[in-house]
């Protein structure tokens, strides 16, 4: 018995983070470009602004839930200057774009089997709802009151699940 | 003249067993198959550093107290409200006695430094729940050399690159973990508890 491909967990990361890049992708999106999925090779050193996304747990459509990572930094710049974020708008700011490109009830699912044209799994959605049953909201927000000296940072996660996952059998019979 | 045939008496006998059911292993049953594996979960989540930890004070010299304890050790539960009784109404609390209090508000002892030596406002267990971004090399100011022990090693360097820590998530794992058994213990007892009625 193979487990289905809507079931497996790298494409639902991959279907997530689709969701996510697709909408900054859009004409006019400001952050596009700027939104990277972290590896040991990122460097923050060059950047005044940038979206660190994380997947610390992987567990839809294992009966269990995948939790998404948002950090949102965005560097003051020179404190003196006008355009300095001292107060961290410019971080909430970015942060509310997040918010939007998750402010969705389902993300639909892909298999990545060829990963340059992921292939659409019809009917197949992860459902964004946070711990108390609240649809397209986050889970928990962190803004870090003084995170660095010349750092601003906010924290976002997001809980997603598969329908699949709220049976209350105990396995699943595909 | 009338006369009524009920079966209050026995439901009153039903619900008296039912309560002593409750009190009786109520509690004891949650804090054993529940509050304590949460406790473990915890500190499995947290990551542990070779050599002493850093959670135990320093000497004169500011070096870390030989067989300090790691953050992984601070990892306790207190109950609340379920004392020598074992009455129903009973509170549990998680938390971690280095950089918190049980009200969850920081130890001040627990708060970060700057490098000027004033307090930031999070903890080491904040940086192991939601990690930390990748550093600008960090440099020496007043000394030649960077002096740092690594595995009971000391290491002097001129430059450190420092990747970041990947988030842990102890507490929103933990938290995962305990909405899920928490599920599963009050579908246990409500089977327990139905199982009086015959």
């Known amino acids: ?174 | 003249m009338f006369a009524f045939k009920t079966n209050i008496p026995k439901l009153k006998t039903k619900i008296e067993e039912e309560i002593r059911l409750v009190q009786g292993g109520f509690a004891p049953d949650l804090l054993d198959s529940v509050i304590k594996p949460a406790v473990e979960i915890a500190k499995n989540l947290t990551p542990r550093s070779k050599g002493d930890g850093s959670q135990g004070g320093r000497d004169m010299h500011g070096r870390f107290l030989k067989g300090s304890q790691h953050l992984q050790d601070g990892w306790v539960q207190k109950t609340i409200g379920g004392g020598g009784k074992g009455r129903a109404p009973v509170l549990f609390v998680i938390w971690n006695n280095f950089t918190h209090k049980r009200t969850g508000e920081p130890r001040p002892g627990g708060l970060l430094k700057k490098a000027d030596g004033s307090k930031r406002d999070y903890t080491l267990l904040d940086i192991i729940e939601f990690g930390s971004h990748h550093r600008k090399p960090i440099v020496p100011v007043n000394a030649k050399a960077l002096r740092f022990v690594v595995g009971g090693k000391v290491i002097f360097s001129k430059n450190v690159d420092h990747p970041g820590t990947r988030p842990y998530a102890p507490v929103r794992l933990t938290r995962l973990w305990l909405a899920r058994a928490v599920a599963k213990f009050a579908d246990k007892w409500a089977r327990k508890i139905a199982k009086t009625w015959g």
């Not at chain 1, 967990?9 to 972290?38: C, M, W």
């Not at chain 1, 803004?143 to 601003?152: K, L, M």
Request: hydrophobic share 35%; net charge negative.
């Open chain 1, 1 to 174: 018995m193979t487990i289905p491909a809507y079931r497996r967990q790298d494409y639902i990361e991959r279907s997530i983070l689709k969701h996510i890049v697709s909408t900054f992708e859009q004409p006019n999106a400001d952050l596009s470009g700027k939104v990277s999925y972290l590896d040991s090779k990122f460097r923050s050193d060059d950047k005044d602004k940038w979206v660190a996304l994380t997947f610390i747990e992987s567990g839809a459509g294992r009966k269990g839930e995948t939790l998404l990572q948002v950090d949102v930094y965005v560097r003051n710049l020179e404190k003196s200057a006008a355009a300095a974020d001292r107060y961290g708008y410019e971080c909430a700011r970015v942060s509310h774009l997040f918010e939007q490109a998750l402010h969705v009830r389902t993300i639909q699912l892909y298999s990545f089997a060829t990963p340059s044209s992921p292939s659409l799994q019809a009917k197949k959605f992860a459902l964004v709802q946070n711990s108390d049953g609240r649809f397209r909201e986050p889970n928990s927000i962190r803004v870090w009151g003084e995170y660095e000296d010349d750092i601003a940072r906010r924290t976002l996660t997001y809980r997603f699940i598969l329908p699949e996952d709220l049976s209350s059998a105990e396995q699943f019979d595909d």
